[in-house]
Every structure is written in structure tokens, then in C-alpha cells.
């Protein structure tokens, strides 16, 4: 099961931030916080990960509570492109293989529509 | 560099049939991992694969079966299709067992009739 908690949809109108929110209050102290987003017709698409302190890159930005229990997803902009399913994503290691070895357990994410 | 790319995009099976679906990982990328998205779903793991040999594996029967070539593409196989296996099969390359940031491919449609 999904370790990660997210509201099932979100609008928001064209050109304005988006804050998309994450619960992952079981997270332990190594666990990384990824985000992916799927548009439609397409696979997930990776967007952002961090461990402890915020993270930017050219897609977003990612700000995580300092107790770590969640974390916040922001597009600084948003766009028609940007309507997506987001996921927010706790790795899980895979039983019986080497260490450092990980699948991706997604949730139903959050469907944001993004309003022209 | 290409990305993750896979093979077919649809395809139309019916039930009992058996399907081959392909995956041709991100360059220089040693491992796969394979996912099924049912309709509404996000996308479940059924196994991944590290330097061709199996490295964990989900709650998928053992109808569900894989390869991976020295080249690291890789296969999924699945016998004695049920109508329940239509669904969106997506792989994803990374480096190291899934360590790595994992990179998904467009996907195959299949659908079971």
C-alpha cells in the first residue's frame, strides 16, 4: 500500500501557483520524497525528489515540513500542460534483493485541472 | 541519448492468448522495472530486473514473467491472458536496482477480449 496521502483532485486557474500537498506522517529517516506526474495517454513522468531541505529544478520546486510528515509540491506557474495526476511517492525496498534496491508504490495521486 | 521506449503501443488479445511485450531502457541504464495501470489506477509494480536477472518481484502470479537481454531491454510475458490483464504495462530504466531515479516509457494498451 501507498505510505503517502493526497488529495484525490485540485484546480487551479492558468498562470497561478500550485501547491500540492502530501501526508507521509510514517516516513523514516532515509526515505526520499519523489514526486511524478502521469498526463494523459502518456507514462509518469518524473518531477522532483528530496530527502530534508528544499529542492528547485526547471519543473518545480519541492518544500518539505521539518518534521518531514509532508511535504508540498509548487509549480511556480502553471500551464494547460501542467494538467496531470501527480504523485507523490515513498520508495519501497524490494523484498529479497541487495540493498539500495527500490520499486515505486503509487497511490491515486492528485488530478489537477488547470483552468484557462 | 533516447529514452525509455516500448513496443507495441496497443495491442488487441483474447482471453487464454498469450503476449510478448518489449522495452528498450534509457542508454546506459542496467536496470527495468515493470508496472500495470489498471483504468483509474496509479501504476502497480510487478517486477524489476538488474543486470539480467530478476530483483524482487510484486503481487503478480507467475503467469507474469520477464527477461532481461545483455543489452538490458527487456521482455514482459504473460500467459493464459485473463480479461482483468487489459491494462496500461508501463517500464521504467534506471541505474542500480531502482536506486536510481526511475524513467518511464510511453507505455503498451493492451486490451483482453
Known amino acids: 500500500d501507498a505510505k503517502t496521502t493526497q488529495p484525490n483532485s485540485m484546480e487551479s486557474n492558468e498562470e497561478e501557483p500550485v501547491h500540492l500537498p502530501c501526508n507521509h506522517s510514517?516516513?523514516?529517516?532515509?526515505?526520499?520524497i519523489h514526486w511524478y506526474r502521469q498526463l494523459p495517454s502518456q507514462g509518469p513522468e518524473y518531477v522532483i525528489h528530496?530527502?530534508?531541505s528544499n529542492v528547485n529544478n526547471r519543473m518545480a520546486s519541492l518544500a518539505i515540513a521539518e518534521d518531514r510528515k509532508s511535504s508540498t509540491l509548487i509549480l511556480h506557474r502553471a500551464t494547460l500542460r501542467d494538467a496531470a495526476v501527480y504523485y507523490c511517492?515513498?520508495?519501497?525496498?524490494?523484498?529479497?534483493?541487495?540493498?539500495?534496491?527500490?520499486?515505486?508504490?503509487f497511490g491515486k495521486g492528485t488530478k489537477l485541472s488547470v483552468i484557462p | 541519448e533516447t529514452g525509455v521506449t516500448q513496443s507495441p503501443t496497443h495491442l488487441i488479445k483474447t482471453r487464454g492468448q498469450q503476449v510478448t511485450l518489449r522495452c528498450s531502457s534509457q542508454?546506459?541504464?542496467?536496470?527495468v522495472s515493470w508496472y500495470q495501470q489498471a483504468l483509474g489506477q496509479g501504476p502497480q509494480f510487478i517486477f524489476q530486473?538488474?543486470?539480467?536477472?530478476?530483483?524482487g518481484r510484486g503481487n503478480f502470479p507467475p503467469r507474469f514473467s520477464g527477461l532481461q537481454f545483455p543489452n538490458y531491454s527487456s521482455e514482459l510475458n504473460v500467459n493464459a491472458l485473463e480479461l482483468d490483464d487489459s491494462a496500461l504495462y508501463l517500464c521504467?530504466?534506471?541505474?542500480?536496482?531502482?536506486?536510481?531515479?526511475?524513467?518511464f516509457g510511453p507505455g503498451t494498451r493492451l486490451t483482453v477480449l
Open positions: 542508454s546506459g541504464h542496467n536496470t
Open positions: 510514517t516516513i523514516s529517516g532515509t526515505d526520499y
Open positions: 511517492i515513498l520508495r519501497d525496498p524490494l523484498r529479497g534483493s541487495g540493498a539500495g534496491s527500490y520499486q515505486l508504490t
Open positions: 528530496g530527502l530534508t
Open positions: 521504467a530504466s534506471s541505474l542500480g536496482g531502482g536506486e536510481g531515479t526511475q524513467y
Open positions: 530486473y538488474y543486470r539480467e536477472e530478476e530483483n
